[in-house]
Every structure is written in C-alpha cells, then in structure tokens.
C-alpha cells in the first residue's frame, strides 16, 4: 500500500512570492493535516481537511490556506513569502475512524525563503 | 490544554543496553498518546499508539511504551538498542478539544546508539 506522498521534494522561493505544495493521502483516508517543522519551533499543526471541508486550523496567519480536492488529495499554499516561512511542511493522512486516531506522515517539502 | 514534555533533547545508549526516551504529558480528559520517529530529511514514522487497555504496548522496530497514568508518562523503551535506531522521537498527544483533530508534539528526542 502506498504510502502519503508530497511534491515537491525541495521548493526554492523569494521572499513575497507564493508556494504551493501538494499532498496525496493513504489510500481510503479522508482525512489530510499539515504541519509545519520548523527549526527550532518544533511540530506545528496548520490545517485539518476532512471531506473536502476545511475542520480546523491552527495559529498561522491567513496567508496559509488549502483546499482538499474531490480525490481527497490536498494542496497547501502559501501567500507573501516570508523569510520565516522556510521549514519542512509535512503532511499526514487518517481514515477519520473513531478509536484510531494515528497520523501517517509523507516525506515532507522542504521549502526554502530567500 | 494539551502539552507533552520531552525532557531530554539527546540520549546516548550503547549498541545492545536498553534505551528509555521518556515523555510526560498534561491532558484534560482521556489521553491519546503516539510516538514516531524522524530519520534525517524524512518525515514521521508512527511507531505505537496508547489509546485504551494495557499500559504496556507494542509497537514497531521492536519498540514498546509503558504508559503510567498516576506519574502522566508514557516512556519509549527498548531491550536492545540497535545502531540504526538513531534517529530523532517525538512524543504526541492528540487534542480534541474544541473541534480539534490534531497532534501536538514534544520537543523531540535526539537518539544516539554507538556501537
């Protein structure tokens, strides 16, 4: 079984432009999150898609956004670069089962602000 | 709120002793507590779960938690360390609150097995 994949590997930007980072969950998962590992800040939640429907989102500005497309897959975009946004932007996968509640992780993007 | 403390940023063990990575956790309500493990430039590997039933649980790569509720702890051990289990751990718990589905993470651990 396939595992949550991201593209892509490495993202190189200037500081004001716009990222966009794309994520494939687990097969029969519905549900996407992406977090942001940032050095020195740690694992951070961003974003909680399930169903194609925005659940959650965690303490970013609103420059950060996505969407979760029909096929469940997702895409997270990042608006006005700035030179703190360069992290490593995981994205996990969940079947949303109640009394699961473990999250599969992909390879991650590294993006990278200058 | 929801928090785990990872205590230790690095733990040395020799190849073949056993290894304890340890983690604390603060939650209102029932916990749910995960560890993964991160090699380098890779993403998380989920390596055990603690969701209900016997505090000790089995996990992945030979791995094991011993979940304690009086002492909030929820330590990664393992009888025998292997030189490839270097890697850096995290500790999680999920929060649920307010609408939430999602995992706050400890600090990490730095793991070094020397042979």
């Known amino acids: 079984e396939a595992g949550v994949t991201q593209s892509p590997t490495h993202l190189i930007k200037t500081r004001g432009q716009q990222a966009t980072l794309r994520c494939s969950p687990i097969?029969?998962?519905?549900?996407v999150y992406w977090y942001q590992q940032a050095l020195g800040l740690g694992l951070q939640f961003l974003l909680w898609?399930?169903?194609?429907?925005?659940?959650n989102r965690g303490n970013f500005p609103p420059r950060f956004s996505g969407r979760q497309f029909p096929n469940y897959s997702s895409e997270l975009n990042v608006n006005a670069l700035e030179l703190e946004d360069s992290a490593l932007y995981l994205c996990?996968?969940?079947?949303?089962?109640?009394?699961?509640?473990?999250?599969?992780f992909g390879p991650g993007t590294r993006l990278t602000v200058t | 709120a929801q928090s785990v403390a990872q205590p230790e940023d690095q733990v040395n063990v020799a190849e073949g002793n056993p290894l304890t990575v340890k983690c604390t956790y603060s939650?209102?309500?029932?916990?749910?507590l995960f560890w993964y493990v991160q090699y380098p430039n890779r993403g998380l590997q989920f390596l055990l779960k603690?969701?209900?039933?016997?505090?000790l649980v089995k996990g992945s790569y030979g791995f094991e938690a011993e979940f304690n509720k009086s002492q909030t702890s929820f330590h990664l051990k393992k009888p025998s360390a292997l030189v490839s289990d270097s890697a850096l751990y995290f500790c999680?718990?999920?929060?649920?609150?307010?609408?939430?589905?999602?995992?706050?993470f400890g600090a990490g651990t730095r793991l070094a097995v020397h042979p």
């Open positions: 603690y969701i209900t039933g016997d505090n």
């Open positions: 097969s029969g998962h519905t549900s």
């Open positions: 898609y399930d169903e194609g429907e925005e659940r």
């Open positions: 999680a718990v999920r929060d649920g609150s307010g609408g939430y589905n999602k995992l706050i």
């Open positions: 996990a996968s969940s079947p949303w089962d109640r009394g699961s509640y473990e999250q599969y």
């Open positions: 939650v209102s309500g029932n916990p749910y």
